[in-house]
């Protein structure tokens, strides 16, 4: 018995997802080639700056917004795998095949307005091959979306492109060169699936729930539909989750920005326009974003960017990246916004004292320094939603 009808899931967002801009096939050609190309690009400027040693680099996946939904759409099959298999020893049939439909129709359509919006990100979750084994991950690019802001942006499109490459080959650098990484996110994940409360009356009290953060949303409030349907277990596993996330997001934001001048000439300017784009939108998109958690996620950018420089400012970049030692040196939630409380206990005040010593060395050389340009106290959300 499925959780979701995900066939259901993929027709209904195909369906409903808007078309991209107009393009020549020779102009649609050549963005292909240049992400393509620019993704490989990335890879290097991030791997010096971050000084994290990954897999060996591979070219993006070039998607349209149809490919984008049914990408993604694999990668929830296997993620909702232990619910999928706990519910069916659960759930009554007719209830499953009439809530699976329902809740195929509504994935759908979340998808195909995040469809029209994504311009890349790095897949964690990917089906196994044909011997049975789990890709690492697939960085992926949705080509028509990024065509689409950077002409709506009128910013310099190599610049533009360059910069979602730098920002989602920072996670493929994080996922694949930290070895514990991938699957701390994926158990986290499953234990917040399998801490759900599949009794029918826990899941109408959800779907109450579900309705007031609604009527909240549309009276200009905070309600978003992640928080509301959530079980109090799910909370604790998912404070854990948005603190990892909120640190790779932020790390990748961070990144993205900081390469310097040099190699995104123009990223003091596409920051800028970027971050009022951000802000803008209808009253209807911004109620939607509202109630997906999207505008938490904007709020994760900003945190994670603020915590990242906070840290490699006091410590540097080898002191940052002792974050990546184990599960017990990310940060918490509450670290996140208080990072003097993450150094003082990971690194320690000796630390900290020495690097205070350390003169500003010039950002790059790949020292992983943020780089003086009027971007630098930029706080905003990166391209991965």
Known sequence: MQVIDWDLAVATGVRLVRPGPQ????????????????????????????????????????????????????????????????????????????????????????????????????????????????????????????????REMGVNARDFRLWVCLHEETHRVQFTGVPWLRDYVRTQMTDFLLASDMDLTTLLERLRAASDAVADAFKGGDGNLIEAIQTPEQKAVLDRVTAVMTLVEGHGDYVMDAVGPSVVPSVAEIRSRFQRRREGGSRIDQLIRRLLGIELKMKQYAEGSHFVRTVVEAAGMDGFNRVWTSPETLPTKEEITAPQAWMSR?????????????????????????????????????PGA
């Open 346 to 382: 990971v690194l320690g005040t000796r630390s900290l004292a020495s690097s205070e010593n350390t003169p500003p060395e010039n950002p790059s050389s790949g020292n992983g320094r943020r780089p003086e340009d009027p971007s630098a106290d930029a706080e905003a959300a990166g």
């Open 23 to 150: 393009v020549s096939r020779e102009e649609a050609r050549q963005a292909v080639a240049e992400l393509r190309r620019l993704s490989r690009e990335a890879e290097g400027h991030v791997r010096d700056f971050t000084r994290i040693d990954s897999a060996p680099p591979e070219a993006a996946t070039i998607v349209d917004r149809p490919g984008w939904i049914r990408a993604n759409v694999d990668g929830f099959r296997v993620v909702f795998e232990p619910l999928t298999q706990k519910v069916s020893s659960n759930m009554p049939a007719i209830v499953g095949a009439v809530g699976s439909r329902i809740t195929g129709v509504e994935v759908g359509a979340v998808l195909a307005f995040l469809a029209s919006r994504v311009l890349g990100q790095y897949e964690l979750f990917l089906p196994p091959d044909p011997d049975g084994r789990a890709p690492t991950g697939r960085l992926t690019l949705v080509a028509p979306n990024i065509v689409h802001t950077e």
